[in-house]
C-alpha cells in the first residue's frame, strides 16, 4: 500500500503563487507516475500533471507554461509550482499515484485532497 498526503493549498489573489506537495509513504518503489489532479464545484474531475520515476513529466494544456511538477526523491515527495494563478484554478487538489507508466487510466492510490482559492 502507498500513503499520499497533500498539503500547501490556501487562499491566493488571482496572480499569486501556491507550492503544493504529495508526500509518500508505504510501498513507494511500486509507483511508476505520481499526478495531480482537481475538482472545481460541480464539474469532472480532471488531470493536471504527472511526472514518472525516471523524470519525464507531462502537463495539461490549461495549466502549461503556469504549473511545474517536480520531485524530490529523497523525500519521496511531488510538488506542483503553480503561478499566475487564476479564479478558474479554484479546486480541490488531489494526489495519485499509480503502478504504471501510462498518465492516463486507472490510478490506484490517491491521497485526501488539498483546496486551493483563487480570488479576483
Known amino acids: 500500500q502507498v500513503q499520499l498526503v497533500e498539503s500547501g493549498g490556501g487562499l491566493v489573489q488571482a496572480g499569486g503563487s501556491l507550492r503544493l506537495s504529495c508526500a509518500a509513504s508505504?510501498?513507494?518503489?511500486?509507483?511508476?507516475?505520481t499526478a495531480w489532479f482537481r475538482q472545481a464545484p460541480g464539474k469532472e474531475r480532471e488531470f493536471v500533471a504527472g511526472i514518472r520515476n525516471g523524470g519525464s513529466t507531462y502537463h495539461a494544456d490549461s495549466v502549461k507554461g503556469r504549473f511545474t511538477i517536480s520531485r524530490d526523491n529523497a523525500k519521496s515527495t511531488v510538488y506542483l509550482q503553480m503561478n499566475s494563478l487564476k479564479p478558474e484554478d479554484t479546486a480541490d487538489y488531489y494526489c495519485?499515484?499509480?503502478?504504471?507508466?501510462?498518465?492516463?487510466?486507472?490510478?490506484?492510490?490517491w491521497g485526501q485532497g488539498t483546496q486551493v482559492t483563487v480570488s479576483s
Open positions: 495519485a499515484a499509480k503502478s504504471s507508466n501510462a498518465w492516463d487510466g486507472a490510478y490506484d492510490y
Open positions: 508505504g510501498r513507494t518503489s511500486g509507483t511508476y507516475v
